[in-house]
């Protein structure tokens, strides 16, 4: 069919979109909505879900590199992208041939822009980044007006924005946050006070969005919540937020063992006889690593399945791979692009039967085809060797030699 391969990410457009409604309705109206993207949009893919954040009306975008925003601006999306992290200046002429919007953290910076800008005879609009203690990169608060002074010296620089970002946001005590707050608040008001009138003032990130209304200001920037998740487990707020993200393996082989064979890297593990174990191709190149709250997870699973062998407790596994709903553990290493699984307890297993794992989106590798659905069906793949528009209504299906 339509050569997706055997292993793909699901994305899904109308979940992203009902999450894109559920954050609005937190937000007054006056207030703009940016679209985290970068991180290949944590994983969902850049182009394809900022033009599908961009259909939902979302104000603005934001990126972490100029080459991120320079993927977007050659896909042809044309709306402002807010660049956090532009670098140290050998990009300022990437960064103003493509229209990126840019964040001055240092003076230095700021001077590079402009003397290219001056070059290439161009604007460039700018937000300035204010450190409040997120011990990151930024300007400090009592440094905002004299520094602001010197970027409108320059002449070419247009202040649109003034923001910062904020450490705590989502851990249960939010007075570290409050206190950010009230430096950025004051950073803002004296430059109001010296006569900048910066339009776009913003500080919340998904967690502030959500917890603390009263930071919202002129724009929140929003990642976690659009693609469905919560910041961390201690946010009090709750929305009613839809996954947008799953991926896919297939069984590739199936196979009955003999007692005591061998199995992957090092020859760690050994079967039992009647052992039938599936292979999927996916493993730690693909960004099929075990997670940290899993790897945790695990270790107390082998303590625990210690307890349980002196007669204690019953063992449960981490459940990263399933087929057909139903646990099924790893046996042996995970190899570079290679997993076996357990699925002696499964009835009928067979190569192009479709697996459900679990990894962290962010890690998962971008050779990976990101599949977009929307109703239910696929309308697009994006694949490393290009980008595919199914036709029509077809059910996408894993194809492959098996
Ligand atoms: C990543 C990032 C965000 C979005 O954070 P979420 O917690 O995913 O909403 C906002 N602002 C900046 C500067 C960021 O780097």
């Given amino acids: 069919m339509r050569n997706i391969g055997l292993t793909w990410v699901e994305v899904d457009k109308d979940a992203i979109q009902h999450n894109i409604s559920e954050v609005r309705k937190l937000l007054k109206e006056e207030t703009k909505l940016m679209g985290v993207v970068k991180a290949d949009a944590y994983g969902h893919g850049a182009v394809e879900t900022a033009e599908i954040m961009l259909d939902s009306g979302v104000d603005f975008l934001g990126v972490n590199t100029t080459e991120e925003g320079i993927e977007l601006r050659k896909a042809g999306i044309s709306d402002p992208i807010l660049v956090f992290n532009p670098g140290i200046g050998d990009e300022a002429q990437q960064l103003i041939r493509y229209d990126l919007t840019v964040t001055l953290a240092s003076l230095k910076v700021a001077e590079i822009i402009s003397k290219t800008a001056y070059k290439m005879g161009e604007e460039v609009r700018a937000h300035i980044k204010i450190e409040t203690g997120f011990g990151r990169l930024g300007i400090l608060p009592e440094e905002a007006v004299r520094f602001a002074k010197k970027v409108e010296e320059m002449g070419n620089i247009e202040l649109e924005g003034v923001y910062t970002h904020f450490a705590t946001a989502a851990e249960r005590n939010k007075s570290y946050a409050y206190e950010q707050f009230g430096l950025f608040k004051k950073a803002v008001d004296d430059l109001i006070s010296e006569g900048f009138e910066v339009p776009l003032k913003h500080a919340a990130n998904s967690a502030a969005t959500l917890d603390i209304p009263e930071t919202h200001m002129d724009m929140v920037r929003v990642g976690n919540l659009i693609y469905g998740q919560y910041s961390s487990g201690d946010v009090s707020k709750k929305l009613d937020l839809k996954n947008t993200w799953l991926l896919k393996s297939t069984v590739m082989f199936v196979r009955e063992f003999q007692k005591s064979q061998a199995v992957s890297y090092g020859s760690e593990a050994r079967t039992k006889k009647g052992t039938v174990l599936a292979t999927l191709p996916i493993g730690f190149a693909d960004g099929f690593t075990l997670l940290p709250e899993r790897l945790a997870f695990n270790l107390r699973f082998f303590l625990r399945r210690g307890a349980e062998r002196l007669g204690i407790k019953r063992a449960q596994p981490a459940s990263l791979i399933e087929i057909k709903g139903q646990n099924t553990p790893i046996v042996g290493r995970v190899a570079m692009q290679h997993t076996m699984v357990d699925v002696t307890k499964l009835f ?55």
């Fill in 348 to 402: 009928n297993i067979m190569p192009g039967d479709v697996a459900d794992v679990t990894a962290r989106r962010t890690s998962v590798s971008s050779r990976i085809p990101r599949v977009y659905y929307t109703g239910g069906h696929p309308y697009k793949a994006a694949t490393i060797t290009g980008t595919k528009v199914f036709k029509g209504v077809e059910k996408h299906e894993a194809e492959g030699d098996l």
